[in-house]
């Protein structure tokens, strides 16, 4: 059974850095993309970014770009995405999700979310 | 960036209804690249249908969906109490990866 657990969330200043972790099992982790969405309270879901099964590839929204990082541990069956800069809009629930083993993937399973507050 | 629009907004009905969900793209989804997903509150979104209209492993056949180019459709013929929530679709064929804003499927 695939399982995908979400953690780092929580409350931090406006310009200061998390990084969020995602602990997979239950699948080849470095045979799938790896995304994460996430989604502002109350509101719809926003992708933000992926990164290929190897690692060298990833891809971001224009509203993390060059604020966010993705990455993952193949050893250690672990997504991560670094944030940085951050700022009040960015307060959601960040969810990771398993994608398919190419970029043109729908997302089959997610984790359960981590919410990250940005406030002072 | 192609642009999912859903409607209605809201969808009222009772168990044992029809829900007819639409999902209009901005433009041509590359090979009917469209999935859809259901939210219950404080839940993950689950995956339903990819492909536009394959029903992913352990979905109800009461769902299914249909379409292509830029109109689709996530019909649930006959409403179970369980089905009440947030439904969104996404495309997946052209980057930024991109979801609809949600239809609200609630008890009348």
């Known amino acids: 059974e695939v399982q995908l657990l979400e953690s780092g969330g929580g409350l931090v200043q406006p310009g200061e850095s998390l990084r969020l972790s995602c602990a997979a099992s239950g699948f080849t982790f470095s045979s799938y993309v790896m995304t994460w969405v996430r989604q502002a309270p109350g509101k719809g879901l926003e992708w933000l970014s992926a990164i290929g099964g190897g690692g060298s590839s990833s891809y971001y929204s224009d509203s993390v770009k060059g604020r966010f990082t993705i990455s993952r541990d193949n050893s250690n069956n672990t997504l991560y995405l670094q944030m940085s800069s951050l700022r009040a809009e960015d307060t959601a629930v960040y969810y990771c999700?398993?994608?398919?083993?190419?970029?043109?993937?729908?997302?089959?399973?997610w984790g359960q979310g981590t919410l990250v507050t940005v406030s002072s | 960036e192609i642009v999912l629009t859903q409607s209605p907004g809201t969808l009222s009905l009772s168990p044992g209804e029809r829900a007819t969900l639409s999902c209009r793209a901005s433009?041509?989804?590359?090979?009917?690249?469209l999935a859809w997903y259901q939210q219950k509150p404080g839940q993950a979104p689950r995956l339903l249908i990819f492909?536009?209209?394959s029903r992913a492993t352990g979905i109800a056949d009461r769902f299914s969906g249909s379409g292509s180019g830029t109109d689709f459709t996530l019909t649930v013929s006959r409403l179970e109490p369980e089905d009440f929530a947030v439904y969104y679709c996404q495309q997946y064929g052209s980057s930024p990866r991109t979801f609809g804003q949600g239809t609200k499927v609630e008890i009348k």
């Open positions: 999700a398993k994608g398919g083993g190419n970029w043109v993937s729908y997302f089959d399973s």
């Open positions: 492909g536009a209209s």
């Open positions: 433009q041509s989804v590359s090979s009917n690249y």
